[in-house]
């Protein structure tokens, strides 16, 4: 049975928690929800929906976010770690412990390289990145607050999100894209929408100690993806470069690691049929809609 009250607190309100409101909203939920910014404290308004929106910058922080943090029954925290530490366990522990759902937002870094091969839930977690150690520590230090605390916590992996805004279409189109020549790099991907259905999925369906691969169907190379973007476009496919050439510390991580990230124990449980379960649906989807 769906929650006919959602008292939300979002710490970071990228494009995952946006989505994931407004989806809230589209199924015609009651809904009152709070997020952190870097920006100063202020009220906005989404889909008709007023909002309070407060500063938090590792450290320092609006007091005034506390009581709103201490009211919420779900909290989203997409904040990535800080200096290799996760700043809202370090700020805020203590004013988490009447809620009865908590999301931490991962990444599928964590894992590391395995050669192309499949990785599930149970696989072993060895990062190669800074992200990927930042992001796995992090998910220790929540386990162990979780464990100590008896807090409902569940742990979302992210692959690659892509969205009608942040694509590879868009990418191409502004020359703007750079694929590096290795064979055997396989990653996944998401589109935002289906996060957002996931999580709503979510709210009602729920187990806690759970951790969750969220990605589509499909791993493929970059250079896979960029060829089939590059025919819906009717552009020239980018040339590829040599790993040792490329500048950009993000992209060289990014070649690191090789695998394909199973979907299987997210799609069972929350009985959820992707939207966009290839990157095909997906780009087809943007293509024929906003460019």
Known sequence: MKPQKIKLFCFGFGQVAENFVKTILLEGLNLEFSVTTRKESNTFKLNNQSYNSYFFDNHKFDKA?????????????????????????????????KCKWITYLSATSVYGNHNGEWVNETSKTNPSSYNGIARLNAENSWKNLAKKTDLPLQIFRLAGIYSNEFNILKRLQNNKLQIVDKKNHFFSRIHVEDVAQILFKSLHSFNRNEIYNICDDKPASQSEVAAYGAKLLNLEKPNPVKLEEVKSEMLQNFYKDSKKVDNKKMKAFFKYNLKFPTYVEGLDYIFNNNL
């Open 65 to 97: 976010l506390i009581k709103k943090l201490e009211s919420a029954d779900y909290i989203l925290i997409s904040i990535p770690p800080v200096n290799n530490e996760d700043i809202v366990i370090k700020n805020f522990s203590t004013f988490l412990n």
